[in-house]
């Protein structure tokens, strides 16, 4: 797999160098400034952008905004953002401006490099990787519409789609049937209101639903 990293920091960056080829992946370049990402895409047509959420030269969201600018101009890009914040906002902004072939994960958060690996791969394949603290902040344990309809293990189901699991996946982490997740998935689009769509990522589409009504409710 192609990477581009763009961190500003000098330990970060290269620490994230070290531990993706190690991965066996190939980082072809590496930016320090935001300025230089779209280029260096450009340029190298990587499989995967893994940007610092803070880059120069506002240290504020150019990470994300970059993240949303390269899975518009160049879908086959995958977009893994890293971040030390738990903020869902960014997440939001990230998944409503691509939905798929993105991630956003805490920095704190990456324990070793089998779950990195996984990520990108997930992301590359088109997938979706969200931090599971920040899923944390999205799905609340209950009474907060549109989710206070849901059952407690149909919020579960919710919880791991958010950070991208498979029907698979969310079957083998809650020890249940594969039949009984599609069940646990269906109640859920039904009772947010979401019908299939030409993506087929509804999964992503249903944590937008809840993020987009948080924010509408919030006092």
């Known amino acids: 797999m192609r990477v581009i990293i763009a961190e500003d920091s000098l330990l970060a960056r290269e620490g994230l160098v070290r531990v993706v ?7 072809v370049a ?3 400034r935001s300025e230089q990402v779209l280029g260096l895409v450009a340029r190298h047509a990587p499989d995967v952008a893994i940007l610092d959420v803070r880059l120069p030269p506002t ?9 949303v600018a390269i899975r518009t101009r160049h879908p086959r890009v995958a977009v ?8 869902h ?8 401006g691509g939905a798929t072939g993105v991630g956003y994960l805490l920095k704190d958060n990456l324990s070793d490099g089998r779950m990195l690996d996984d990520v990108l791969r997930r992301i590359a ?6 931090d599971p603290d920040v899923v944390s902040t999205l799905v609340p344990a209950g009474g907060r519409e549109p989710l206070a309809h849901l059952t ?34 269906g109640n859920v689009f039904r009772k947010l209101g979401i019908a299939a769509g030409p993506s087929g990522n509804r999964r992503v589409t ?8 948080r924010d509408r409710t919030a006092p």
């Not at 240290?59 to 993240?67: K, P």
């Not at 893994?80 to 903020?87: C, G, P, Q, T």
């Not at 249903?206 to 009504?213: E, H, P």
């Open 21 to 27: 080829t190690g991965l066996g992946h190939e980082v």
């Open 89 to 96: 906002t960014w997440a939001t902004a990230l998944l409503a």
């Open 59 to 67: 240290f504020s969201d150019e990470g994300l905004r970059l993240g």
């Open 206 to 213: 249903a944590v937008l639903a809840y993020l987009t009504d």
């Open 80 to 87: 893994l953002v890293l971040s030390h914040y738990a903020e």
């Open 125 to 130: 394949g088109g997938g979706t990787a969200v």
């Open 30 to 32: 590496t930016a320090v």
């Open 152 to 185: 407690q293990r149909e919020r579960d189901v919710l919880t791991l789609m958010a950070q991208g699991l498979s029907d698979q996946g969310i079957a083998d982490r809650l020890r249940i049937a594969l039949t009984t997740v599609g069940t646990h998935t």
